[in-house]
């Protein structure tokens, strides 16, 4: 597969990704190598990157625990603390190989330590190929607030390797599937078209099916490096997903990440249709297919009034106005886009009825 370029640096697929990371590491004659990860990851996605690693620097990997949860403040600083004790300088490379939690935290403690080490992201969830990796953007959640603190540093490197998808579990390939679905949704009506019939899907079409969502995701965040303009089109869905995500993080069954933003999604398709942005058989064809796809989940009154609350605090806001990003029809968007309490409370009735 072709090499994608995004704001200074390559994304490169499979096997030639491993050529560019070790070119990457001897031309810029790194002083050792720190390989972020998670328990999970370590035990099933390292032993497959290691090989690949043809290089005579120290190899040092800090695991931590899996999750959400790790995505602290305090993290941080207990990486901060342990790449000093490990003798990290500003020529250390950290390589972060994990999911979204992983690459968003560790390219926010690179982007920060020493003010600013190289990072490498290898994404080895659906949902970090398609999404959390590219574009820069890395964070760390705030009590319940997701991503509330980061930086938009972009890595050195991407390397998208199809076959750490060997051994995620359906669960976690669902939650990748929900932002392919967005990108169609908001730039590309024949890429969403594709996922209509999913039983007619080939599993051969999918480093295909990446490939179009990272070009995708890369278009627009190459236009828009900082989210001052189109690149808030990624934001659809992500308005009530977020507060829905981070509402129910804390409950028995939390929700992945894909799993509430498929929820945020028909929320946000139902806005899109009752301001008259998107018809209403666009509307139910969307609601079918997420809905088909992702079990519903039981919301109360309650429920609501708290993801309200959530929405205020909504990072995307503006002068205190919750901003949406709403369908446009299918394939295009709309920004900086409305929408009253009473208006988001019919959305919700409409998805439980």
Same mark, same amino acid.
């Given at each position: 597969?072709?090499?994608?370029?995004?704001?200074?640096?390559?994304?490169?697929?499979?096997?030639?990704?491993?050529?560019?990371?070790?070119?990457?590491?001897?031309?810029?004659?790194?002083?050792? /190598?720190?390989? #972020?990860?998670?328990?999970?990851?370590?035990?099933?996605? !390292?032993?497959? *990157?290691?090989?690949? =690693?043809?290089? $005579?620097?120290?190899?040092?990997?800090?695991?931590?625990?899996?999750?959400?949860?790790?995505?602290?403040?305090?993290?941080?600083?207990?990486?901060?603390?342990?790449?000093?004790?490990?003798?990290?300088?500003?020529?250390?490379?950290?390589?972060?190989?994990?999911?979204?939690?992983?690459?968003?935290?560790?390219?926010?403690?690179?982007?920060?330590?020493?003010?600013?080490?190289?990072?490498?992201?290898?994404?080895?969830?659906?949902?970090?190929?398609?999404?959390?990796?590219?574009?820069?953007?890395?964070?760390?959640?705030?009590?319940?607030?997701?991503?509330?603190?980061?930086?938009?540093?972009?890595?050195?490197?991407?390397?998208?390797?199809?076959?750490? /998808?060997?051994? #995620?579990?359906?669960?976690?390939?669902?939650?990748?599937? !929900?932002?392919? *679905?967005?990108?169609? =949704?908001?730039? $590309?009506?024949?890429?969403?078209?594709?996922?209509?019939?999913?039983?007619?899907?080939?599993?051969?079409?999918?480093?295909?099916?990446?490939?179009?969502?990272?070009?995708?995701?890369?278009?627009?965040?190459?236009?828009?490096?900082?989210?001052?303009?189109?690149?808030?089109?990624?934001?659809?869905?992500?308005?009530?997903?977020?507060?829905?995500?981070?509402?129910?993080?804390?409950?028995?069954?939390?929700?992945?990440?894909?799993?509430?933003?498929?929820?945020?999604?028909?929320?946000?398709?139902?806005?899109?249709?009752?301001?008259?942005?998107?018809?209403?058989?666009?509307?139910?064809?969307?609601?079918?297919?997420?809905?088909?796809?992702?079990?519903?989940?039981?919301?109360?009154?309650?429920?609501?009034?708290?993801?309200?609350?959530?929405?205020?605090?909504?990072?995307?806001?503006?002068?205190?106005?919750?901003?949406?990003?709403?369908?446009?029809?299918?394939?295009?968007?709309?920004?900086?886009?409305?929408?009253?309490?009473?208006?988001?409370?019919?959305?919700?009735?409409?998805?439980?009825?």
């Amino acid at each position: 597969m072709q090499s994608i370029s995004a704001n200074g640096y390559s994304i490169e697929f499979n096997e030639y990704g491993y050529e560019k990371l070790n070119q990457l590491i001897q031309s810029n004659r790194y002083s050792s /190598l720190f390989i #972020l990860t998670d328990s999970h990851s370590n035990e099933h996605c !390292a032993p497959h *990157l290691l090989p690949h =690693l043809a290089i $005579d620097i120290p190899i040092e990997i800090i695991e931590i625990e899996p999750g959400e949860g790790m995505k602290t403040m305090a993290t941080c600083v207990e990486l901060w603390t342990l790449l000093t004790e490990m003798g990290a300088d500003r020529k250390s490379l950290l390589i972060n190989l994990g999911g979204g939690v992983i690459t968003d935290l560790g390219g926010f403690v690179a982007s920060t330590f020493k003010r600013g080490i190289d990072f490498v992201h290898i994404p080895t969830t659906l949902l970090g190929m398609v999404d959390a990796a590219i574009g820069g953007k890395n964070g760390v959640d705030l009590g319940l607030l997701k991503n509330q603190v980061g930086t938009i540093t972009n890595p050195k490197l991407l390397v998208i390797d199809s076959a750490y /998808l060997a051994t #995620l579990p359906q669960r976690e390939m669902r939650s990748g599937l !929900a932002e392919m *679905l967005k990108h169609g =949704l908001i730039q $590309d009506k024949a890429y969403w078209e594709q996922f209509l019939d999913l039983s007619q899907l080939d599993s051969s079409l999918l480093d295909t099916l990446i490939y179009r969502s990272v070009e995708i995701k890369n278009t627009i965040v190459t236009q828009d490096p900082t989210e001052n303009g189109i690149r808030k089109a990624l934001n659809f869905g992500h308005t009530l997903g977020h507060a829905i995500e981070s509402h129910f993080l804390t409950t028995e069954n939390p929700l992945l990440h894909g799993e509430a933003i498929a929820i945020g999604m028909i929320l946000e398709a139902y806005l899109s249709y009752e301001k008259g942005l998107l018809s209403k058989e666009d509307y139910h064809q969307i609601k079918y297919v997420l809905s088909d796809l992702f079990e519903s989940v039981s919301i109360t009154p309650n429920d609501i009034e708290i993801l309200l609350e959530y929405m205020i605090h909504d990072k995307k806001n503006e002068y205190g106005k919750v901003q949406f990003a709403l369908l446009n029809g299918i394939g295009n968007i709309s920004l900086n886009q409305e929408a009253d309490n009473e208006m988001i409370s019919r959305a919700f009735k409409d998805y439980l009825g």
